[in-house]
């Protein structure tokens, strides 16, 4: 079975930071591309960030950029998110996602491209 599992959320003061992991089983990590997209209540979920699978290529969502940083281990099957200067409009669950591309290089910044899903972890950022 495909699974992705989240980890690393939890509650933090404004200006704080947190990392979450994504850690793959069930599937070929290193043939997927990774994105992180969040939830807040009542909200739409957004695209936060995305890695190829390479690791050689990123991007990051506007409201995030500067602020997070995306990485991998494939040895590890897992993905990384480190959040730095965070603030209470970052508070929300944050789902990893994989899609399985061809090019090393691929990224993807659309949510609906994505095929497997982690449950998500909550973060909380107290202002």
């Known amino acids: 079975e495909e699974q992705l599992v989240e980890s690393g959320g939890g509650l933090v003061q404004a200006g704080g930071s947190l990392r979450l992991s994504c850690t793959a089983s069930?599937?070929?990590?290193?043939?997927?591309?990774i994105g992180w997209l969040r939830q807040a209540p009542g909200k739409e979920r957004l695209f936060v960030a995305t890695?190829?699978?390479?690791?050689?290529?990123?991007n990051y969502g506007d409201s995030v950029k500067g602020r997070f940083t995306i990485s991998r281990d494939n040895a590890k099957n897992t993905v990384y998110l480190q959040m730095n200067s965070l603030k209470p409009v970052d508070t929300a669950v944050y789902y990893c996602a994989a899609d399985r591309t061809y090019y090393g290089f691929s990224i993807e910044t659309r949510q609906n491209e994505y095929e497997v899903w982690g449950q998500g972890t909550q973060v909380t950022v107290s202002s």
């Open positions: 890695i190829s699978k390479d690791t050689t290529n990123s």
């Open positions: 069930g599937l070929s990590f290193d043939e997927y591309t």
